[in-house]
């Protein structure tokens, strides 16, 4: 199995500690009090909207959920999180949950319930392309993800889907931590030992690099990439078994959020979600949101389905992240995403 040291050592220390927090998931508030909920989310993107029309419409309010949301800021952050007890769900690349499972993991996370189907990330040129296409990519220099990670893998798929090998007809950059990338493109001055032809940037960092003059979008990964199960919820096997309430809840509250982006314009979730993003102007978010619905990125409903796990799993081998299949009956549950419906 490839896999990086540090990632390797991480999930050793998590699985220790996992150990430790097993079998401390939350009680139901006796006193009919509204139920408190940590989700550590992988990061803070408008490619999540429906989540954050969920919060703002008040829909997990509504479950009887104290919904508290903390950002982790890179799939191993958020998975370490939730192992630990620090969060009662995940959400992030369902791939952190079959990580941890090779590890060994006995009260591992099970994904419940999937957002969003195609990658949220684009290729930012330098300098603008007419006409791009992926062998204008040879023999250039470019800030990608961390190895291991959905967005780096689902990059790597592309160019092998052109038949780019990653290793030997670029350079591909992974050093840089999760959420930097977009800063050190702009802030590189030719010359420099980083300075890159290409970065790949999730929102609102790409329209960002746009609006600045810094860079300019090429390619739409989730367009090049197709279906993929980019994200998902999870939850440890013991806080499933203890909280199955809390979970439906949870999964009813997310359908709604669902629905309303299935049947509401880009102007309309545009102004939901502005209370989540201060810094970024409507009209930025609006045209986010656009781009987002034009390509298709939100799941009509939350169901994980096997095919989709599989596909997963066929990016992971082909990176070279996994040797093995792991079993979707162990690390899925549809059971909430059905029922929420």
């Known amino acids: 199995m490839k896999k990086s040291k540090p990632l390797s050592i991480l999930l050793t220390i998590i699985l220790m500690l996992s150990t430790l927090a097993s079998g401390c998931a939350q009680k139901t508030d006796s006193a009919g009090q509204a139920k408190k909920v940590t989700l550590n989310e992988v990061a803070h993107s408008i490619f999540y909207a429906p989540m954050y029309v969920a919060i703002e419409e008040g829909y997990f309010a509504a479950e009887g959920l104290d919904l508290e ?4 800021y890179g799939a191993d952050k958020t998975m370490t999180a939730l192992l630990t007890g620090e969060a009662d769900i995940g959400f992030m690349g369902s791939e952190a949950s079959i ?91 030719e010359g ?3 300075f890159a032809d290409f970065t790949v940037e999730f929102e609102p960092h790409a329209t960002s690099l746009e609006t600045q003059q810094k860079g300019y979008i090429v390619a739409s990964l989730g367009v090049d990439s197709g279906y993929v ?18 979970l439906l809840s949870f999964t009813k509250a997310l359908q709604k959020g669902m629905n309303y982006v299935a049947n509401h314009s880009a102007d309309e979730i545009a102004t939901v979600i502005k209370p989540q993003f201060p810094e970024t102007e409507l009209d930025t978010i609006t045209t986010i949101v656009t781009r987002y619905q034009t ?15 599989t596909l997963l799993q066929n990016i992971l081998i082909e990176a070279g992240e996994i040797e093995n299949y792991v079993p979707y009956k162990d690390l899925v549950t549809s059971t909430f995403a059905e029922q929420a419906q």
Request: proline letters at 4%.
């Open 229 to 246: 199960p980019y994200t998902a919820f999870s939850a440890r096997k013991s806080y499933i078994d203890e909280n199955p309430d809390v």
């Open 99 to 189: 990580y941890t499972y090779l590890q060994g993991a006995q009260d591992y996370a099970v994904n419940f319930a999937q957002l969003t189907q195609r990658a949220g990330n684009f290729l930012v040129s330098r300098t603008p392309i007419d006409n791009f296409n992926w062998n204008m990519i040879k023999g250039t220099y470019v800030l990608g993800g961390r190895k291991g990670g959905m967005p780096q893998m689902v990059f790597e798929y592309i160019l092998k889907m052109n038949q780019i090998d990653p290793e030997t007809d670029l350079t591909i950059d992974t050093s840089i931590d999760f959420g930097s990338t977009a800063a050190a493109f702009a802030g590189a001055k």
């Open 295 to 309: 390509q298709d990125t939100w799941k009509k409903d939350l169901i994980f389905t096997e095919e989709s796990f």
């Open 192 to 194: 420099d030992a980083g």
């Open 69 to 72: 949301l903390v950002t982790g």
